[in-house]
Every structure is written in C-alpha cells, then in structure tokens.
C-alpha cells in the first residue's frame, strides 16, 4: 500500500529489528496508518520537544514508536 511517508523504528528489545509502517492519512491529531496487514487510526502525541509521534499497537511497556 502505497502511503505519504514509509516510517521506520527498531525495537527497543532487539535493535537489529527494524519495523515499518505506511502514513496514509494525517486528519488533526489522527493518523491512519497501514501496520501488520491492517489500517488502523492512531492519536499524534507531541512530546516536550514538539516532536510528534504515534504508538502503532497502543501504549505499553517498551512499545515500539514512529516519529512523524
């Protein structure tokens, strides 16, 4: 599925795997993104800094994050 941005992580359990998702939409603070075979929308989060980012499973311990 061809989307705006390819995005790009690695986990933080395995630095040797790298994980991808594709942006296909960004609506206000949602993001629709193509992951693990399913489109699914997502909240931006904006960190201190002001970089936006977005959890692809949901929020847990050591999930792994795209930065937008």
Not at 1 to 5: A, P, R
Not at 16 to 24: M, W
Not at 60 to 63: F, G, K, N, R
């Given at each position: 599925?061809?989307?705006?941005?390819t995005?790009?992580?690695r986990?933080?359990?395995?630095?040797?795997?790298?994980?991808?998702?594709?942006?296909?939409?960004?609506?206000?603070?949602?993001?629709?993104?193509f992951?693990?075979?399913?489109?699914?929308r997502?909240?931006?989060?904006?960190s201190?800094?002001?970089?936006?980012?977005?959890?692809?499973?949901g929020y847990?311990?050591?999930?792994p994050?795209f930065?937008i």
């Open positions: 599925m061809k989307g705006i941005q995005l790009r992580t986990l933080i359990t395995d630095s040797n795997i790298t994980i991808t998702a594709e942006l296909l939409e960004i609506k206000g603070n949602w993001a629709t993104i992951f693990d075979k399913k489109i699914v997502r909240k931006i989060k904006t201190f800094d002001g970089t936006k980012y977005i959890f692809p499973n847990y311990s050591m999930c994050s930065e």
